[in-house]
Every structure is written in structure tokens, then in C-alpha cells.
């Protein structure tokens, strides 16, 4: 079944829920609403594809600070026009700050609300790549704009029934749809690893050190 709109989300998942006969279930929108929210909350934070993936936007350094956006689940590549800067612990780069050491920047570490750098950026210096983020929340007027949800619709019915079974007695069926989900999440982020290494690959860089 394609599903575009709200009121098709909610009647599929009450059918796979409680029954074909919607009109004598006992579960709630207010009810599907909740665990739905909990659903994507999950997708998100684990799932890495190109839909969900986004650029940094007027994201500048402050004193060797800038802010996470308030939609950040992860970072895809961060850079400051040359190569990608490499995640480490916030400790590693607090450590390093200390050195007296110039040249090109080369870590990057989330340090509360904000990414940190080693070597230190310069102030107004513009945070450059891509992040993976947090779609607004489905409802009438995103759902039919979600581009995401329009394409892999099997994922995220099968995370909302992940999250669904355990508030009405559906324990069975948890292994089940649990196993299709993280099948159908498993693919898609391999998938998107796939079609990173394929357009890297031919390119040659430089060796970075790896800190200790």
C-alpha cells in the first residue's frame, strides 16, 4: 500500500496493529500519534542516508566553538575546504589545545552544543560539509513533503510497530517486525557506505598521523 498522507499512515498502522476492522479498534490517534514520534526518533538516530542528510548552514566558529544544529544526529564530513576532519574525543582536542601548534586543522570533537577543533580555527571561519539531522516530525502537512518517509515507507512502518507491540500485549510479533526493521535500516545505511567508498576511492590523500 502506498502511503502519502496522514490519515492513510494511521489507518495502516491500526490495520497492522489490531486488525483490518478499523472501525472497532481500540486504539487511539492520540495513541499511534505518541508512538510514532518514538518511531522516528529512533530512525533518525540510526539511520544514514542521503534523504536525512544536509549541509551546514551559517555555522561559524567562535572562539574555537561552533554550534551543533538544533536538527544534528551525526556528522556525515566536516571540513574547512580541504580534507575531512577526522572525529576524535573532546579530551583529545582539550589536551592538544594546549600545544603551541599551527598548520591546517585536522580533528573535531562535539564538546556540549558545540564542535571543538585542533589546531584552533580562526573566528568568522565557516564550518563546511554535510550532517545527518532530524526530519520534522510527521504530521498532515509534512508527512506528504518527507521525502524520506515517501521512499523507504517499509522502514519506518516497521519501526513504528517495533515501538507499538509493547503497548498492546503484541510481545509475538516483536521479533518479528524488530528483525524487518533493522533488516530494512541495515541495508540502507550499508548501502550509503557502499556509495561513499565507491566515489572516495580513486581519490588520493595525504596520510594523517593518527593522535595517541
Known amino acids: 500500500m502506498s ?7 494511521l489507518e495502516q498502522l491500526t490495520r497492522l496493529i489490531d486488525g483490518e476492522d478499523v472501525t472497532v479498534s481500540e486504539v487511539s490517534p492520540a495513541t499511534l500519534t505518541q508512538i510514532i514520534a518514538l518511531g522516528e526518533r529512533r530512525i533518525y538516530r540510526e539511520l544514514r542516508h542521503r534523504l536525512n542528510e ?3 548552514a551559517s555555522v561559524t566558529v567562535t572562539n574555537n566553538l561552533a554550534p551543533i544544529p538544533v536538527d544534528f544526529e551525526s556528522t556525515s564530513v566536516l571540513h574547512f575546504g580541504g580534507y575531512p576532519l577526522t572525529p576524535v574525543a573532546e579530551k583529545v582536542i582539550q589536551d592538544r589545545l594546549q600545544w603551541q601548534w599551527g598548520g591546517d586543522t585536522r580533528y573535531f570533537a562535539e564538546a556540549g552544543a558545540n ?4 589546531p ?4 568568522g571561519t565557516a564550518v563546511q560539509g554535510r550532517y545527518f539531522c532530524r526530519l520534522p516530525d510527521l504530521n498532515a502537512t509534512t508527512l506528504p513533503a518527507n521525502a524520506l518517509f515517501l521512499a523507504e515507507t517499509d522502514l519506518f512502518l516497521y519501526g513504528f510497530l517495533s515501538q507499538a507491540a509493547p ?7 516483536i521479533p518479528m517486525w524488530e528483525a524487518r526493521y533493522v533488516g530494512i535500516r541495515d541495508a ?3 548501502a550509503k557506505n557502499r556509495a561513499a567508498y565507491s566515489a572516495g576511492r580513486i581519490q588520493r590523500r595525504a596520510s594523517i598521523p593518527v593522535l595517541r
Open 54 to 56: 544536509k549541509a551546514f
Open 188 to 190: 540502507l545505511n550499508e
Open 167 to 173: 503497548f498492546f500485549g503484541q510481545d509475538t510479533r
Open 120 to 123: 584552533s580555527v580562526a573566528n
Open 3 to 9: 502511503i502519502t498522507t496522514w490519515p492513510q499512515l
Open 115 to 118: 564542535f571543538t577543533f585542533w
